[in-house]
């Protein structure tokens, strides 16, 4: 089966450096995406890893690491606008491509 | 500008009622998805279509259908042999081009069944 974990909930202070933790169980694994959603919102696209590594978009990275199973996503210098869910999501190939979302992180932001 | 459009964002029905919810996409996306998320969840795959007049079921299809005769279009219907149909339903293209995959959101239609 598929599968992906993240933890439900983290807090942390404006200005302080997050991340947040996705581990999967799937077969025919392409790759791992992180989505932001705010309260009421429609999820946005925040990255994309294939290959191991870290991939920096600003204040915004991700990494993965195939052999581990395992990916996290950075935020650095938080803001409160940063406050919303993140979730990750495996791109796997079984008969067709699919997307398998994560249940998300909910990140508090406080002052 | 080019985007996703879903409408109506709130839609309330009665218990066994049927409803269909629209999806419109004009960034001439292939692929076509169809999501449920309930409160405090990720998002649940419901239907996808790759090309136009072809879809597939994901993970969560019973109690819904779907149809695919425009490119541009993908509407969901929720029948009333979904048990428990009040939830946040969002709409999602894709390119089926480049590496990330990377899928384009609508806004949601938030169902609330009586």
């Known amino acids: 089966g598929q599968s992906l974990e993240q933890p439900s909930e983290v807090t942390a202070v404006e200005g302080a450096i997050v991340q947040i933790n996705c581990t999967y169980q799937?077969?025919?694994?392409?790759?791992l995406s992180w989505y932001q959603q705010h309260d009421g919102g429609a999820p946005t696209f925040l990255s994309y890893?294939?290959?191991?590594g870290l991939e920096e978009t600003g204040r915004f990275s991700s990494f993965l690491s195939r052999s581990d199973s395992y990916g996290y996503l950075l935020l650095q210098e938080l803001q409160m606008k940063d406050s919303a869910s993140y979730f990750c999501?495996?791109?796997?190939?079984?008969?067709?491509?699919?997307?398998?979302f994560g249940a998300g992180t909910r990140l508090f932001v406080k002052a | 500008d080019g985007g996703i459009t879903q409408s109506p964002k709130y839609l309330f029905r009665k218990e066994g009622q049927n409803v269909t919810l629209s999806c419109e996409q004009n960034?001439?996306?292939?692929?076509m998805y169809w999501y449920r998320q309930d409160p405090g969840q990720g998002l649940r795959l419901i239907y996808y279509?790759?090309?136009?007049?072809?879809?597939q079921k994901g993970d969560i299809a019973e109690g819904y259908s779907v149809s695919r005769e425009k490119k541009e279009s993908f509407p969901l219907t929720v029948t009333s042999a979904q048990k428990n149909p009040t939830a946040f339903y969002l709409c999602?293209?894709?390119?089926?081009?480049?590496?990330?995959?990377?899928?384009?959101f609508g806004p949601g239609t938030r169902l609330t069944v009586l």
């Open positions: 999602a293209s894709t390119s089926g081009q480049g590496e990330t995959n990377e899928q384009f």
């Open positions: 799937t077969s025919g694994f392409y790759g």
């Open positions: 890893n294939a290959l191991d």
């Open positions: 999501a495996v791109r796997a190939y079984t008969g067709g491509f699919k997307t398998i």
């Open positions: 960034l001439n996306h292939d692929a």
């Open positions: 279509s790759q090309i136009v007049n072809d879809f």
